[in-house]
């Protein structure tokens, strides 16, 4: 999703190969849908670290460092997603806002 969204933002903002405003938003969609499901991995993670801070209370961890690492390693790399997805998904909005509605293109400029 995060290269689909580069590329839409890369993309020529007008003439024939620019995206329309309805390819701009359908990515949008889809780009807030990844966020809400990275937001719903995050919260399923967490809620298995309080789970095993629970279980443990205050005992030896060792059984548990490995998931522990696992789930603090899964629980950052979905955060720096989420905030890159984040990011890109304000500059496309703001991209879609000015992109020409589904079959019309926008002439460039020869001035």
Known sequence: MLEQIEHLLHAPTSGACAPTQARLEEALTEGYAQALAL???RLRLERRITE????????DFSPYAGELSSLGGRLTGADRELTTLREL?????????????????????TA
């Open 52 to 59: 095993i801070a629970r279980e443990v209370d205050g005992t």
């Open 89 to 109: 998904l304000v500059s496309l909005r703001q991209r879609a806002r000015t992109a020409p509605l589904a079959g019309q293109t926008i002439p460039e400029r």
């Open 39 to 41: 937001e719903a991995e």
